[in-house]
T-cell receptor, first 110, second 115 residues
Framework: SQQGEEDPQALSIQEGENATMNCSYK?????LQWYRQNSGRGLVHLIL?????REKHSGRLRVTLDTSKKSSSLLITASRAADTASYFC??????????FGAGTTVTVRA | DAGVIQSPRHEVTEMGQEVTLRCKPI?????LFWYRQTMMRGLELLIY????????DSGMPEDRFSAKMPNASFSTLKIQPSEPRDSAVYFC?????????????FGEGSRLTVL
């Protein structure tokens, strides 16, 4: 079963706008990760945030984590056409397993 | 490093046939994971290995599925006999530390279609 759920399922924005997607998970975690998947390709790791961190930045990406609400958000600033992809949150479960959410499909219009 | 290498990239077979998917992890990574991705169920963890030993196969759907890792540089996922509901993209991923330690490195996937 999936540990995380993303919201929204799909997002369409204009180039240059910001994109925000949310993730909720069910059980306590050690860390939460975000991945990107371009159409027909494998998943690529974007960023990892540990349970004792509240916010993390990487380039145009900003991730927040609220362990009290069991939720995380991914913000992509100044979006580009190349950001068009599906984005997944993934939370660790016991025994080194990683459980993925259903993903948010982001379309950036030129 | 070339990354995680999977083969074949695409496989079309008929129901009842045996299917073998292959994976070469990144050298030095101690963990190897097999995931299956479908529209209906998303990404499901099937099995993972640590130092070539299967640790958790609770995600393997049924006895028709089997996975092996004979050495640190090679793993197979076999389906015998295959059924149409096995149609999916199968991903292999490797990691130096497992999910608790950091990121997983994914291959490009093997898209399986069972007719």
């Amino acid at each position: 079963s999936q540990q995380g759920e993303e919201d929204p399922q799909a997002l369409s924005i204009q180039e240059g706008e910001n994109a925000t997607m949310n993730c909720s998970y069910k059980t306590s975690i050690n860390n939460l990760q975000w991945y990107r998947q371009n159409s027909g390709r494998g998943l690529v790791h974007l960023i990892l945030i540990r349970s004792n961190e509240r916010e993390k930045h990487s380039g145009r990406l900003r991730v927040t984590l609220d362990t009290s609400k069991k939720s995380s958000s991914l913000l992509i600033t100044a979006s580009r056409a190349a950001d068009t992809a599906s984005y997944f949150c993934a939370s660790d479960m016991v025994d080194y397993k990683l459980s993925f959410g259903a993903g948010t499909t982001v379309t950036v219009r030129a | 490093d070339a990354g995680v290498i999977q083969s074949p990239r695409h496989e079309v077979t008929e129901m009842g046939q045996e299917v073998t998917l292959r994976c070469k992890p990144i050298s030095g990574h101690d963990y190897l994971f097999w995931y299956r991705q479908t529209m209906m169920r998303g990404l499901e963890l099937l099995i993972y290995f640590n130092n070539n030993v299967p640790i958790d196969d609770s995600g393997m759907p049924e006895d028709r599925f089997s996975a092996k890792m004979p050495n640190a540089s090679f793993s197979t996922l076999k389906i015998q006999p295959s059924e149409p509901r096995d149609s999916a993209v199968y991903f292999c991923a490797s990691s130096p530390q497992g999910a608790l330690g950091g990121e997983l490195f994914f291959g490009e996937g093997s898209r399986l279609t069972v007719l």
